[in-house]
């Protein structure tokens, strides 16, 4: 059994198709296709059924794909111990946010790439929690506050939140001024989760409601411009809302308790240095970018 059947099967799977896998290993699509072919020839096995949108996994296929995850996970992990130096090298599949993510993430994923010309960058933008191992990533960076896992977590900074609300609806509606007057107000939320807030030393957990959810960070930021209501959001992602003074903090007495930024990578797995370098530099990013800072907003109200 070839080792680049592997990988080339493992990169059609990833991809949904041979031409986007061929792309990806910049080879022919008759190359991939001869690949898969020798390698279902060699295990007996039908891995992939063609469609018209390129190929989906028989059940085989998905059993397969699992270990051959992992066999090119250790390759690189390999590659990297006995070249613990130097340029980084081979694929870097990650998974962010999208909220802030392209605007505040993606300069770092790119200047990574730039550091490294070998490095085959693959991002993925998404608010939802992606599977790491099913999904074949590398890490996922993730905000707020980490629930408990398997996956291996590292801390790069924190985030910083504020509740805010615009100057029309706090004409209509009034200010809340403790945590417990948020069940009397319209909530921007992403679900059916709970918000928290500083009272002195002690942690308050208010069960907001509202009319308006999304699961974009973004989104719920433009919905509480629109005057929908009041919303808890990373300091970052309201910065340029509080500065044209279409959104004003609220409650600043109040404020939420830090969250985190992490990146995070599944268990069982070397610590690549791939990982390693970009969690390095995500650390950078959270002490250098002011907009990821306790900014200490004055409230207009």
């Known amino acids: ?51 018209t949108r390129g190929a989906a996994l028989t059940e085989a296929g998905s059993i397969f794909r699992d270990h051959a995850g992992r066999i090119r996970t250790e390759i690189e992990a390999a590659k990297e111990t006995i070249r613990p130096v130097g340029d980084l090298r081979g694929r870097l599949r990650i998974a962010m946010p999208l909220s802030f993510g392209p605007t505040h993430f993606a300069p770092v994923i790119a200047d990574m790439a730039r550091r490294h010309p070998q490095l085959h960058v693959h991002a993925v933008f998404s608010d939802r929690i992606v599977d790491l191992v099913t999904g074949g990533f590398d890490c996922a960076i993730r905000v707020g506050y980490l629930p408990d896992s398997e996956l291996v977590a590292r801390r790069v900074g924190p985030i910083y939140g504020s509740l805010v609300a615009s100057p029309d609806y706090i004409r209509e509606h009034g200010l809340p001024r403790r945590p417990d007057d948020i069940t009397a107000h319209q909530a921007l939320m992403q679900g059916t989760e709970t918000w928290q ?105």
Not at 14 to 24: I, L, Q
Not at 229 to 242: E, F, K, R, S
Not at 257 to 274: E, I, L, N
Request: charge should be negative; aromatic fraction near 6%.
């Open 197 to 301: 807030f500083m009272d002195g030393d002690t942690i308050v957990t208010v069960n907001p409601q509202g009319r308006f959810k999304a699961d974009s960070a973004t989104a719920l930021a433009a919905a509480a411009a629109a005057g929908l209501g009041i919303a808890w959001l990373p300091n970052c992602i309201v910065h340029d809302y509080v500065a044209s003074g279409a959104l004003l903090p609220i409650m600043t007495d109040h404020p939420p308790p830090a969250a985190g930024a992490y990146v995070v990578r599944p268990p069982g797995r070397h610590p690549g240095r791939k990982v390693q370098v970009l969690a390095d530099l995500m650390t950078v990013l959270f002490a250098e970018d002011p907009q990821f800072g306790a900014i200490d907003f004055v409230s207009k109200v």
């Open 1 to 51: 059994m070839d080792i680049d059947d592997i990988l080339t099967f493992v990169e059609v799977a990833d991809a949904g198709g041979v031409s986007a896998a061929a792309r990806r290993l910049g080879v022919s699509k008759s190359i991939v296709s001869r690949r898969l072919l020798r390698l279902e020839e060699d295990l007996g096995a039908q891995l992939l059924m063609r469609t």
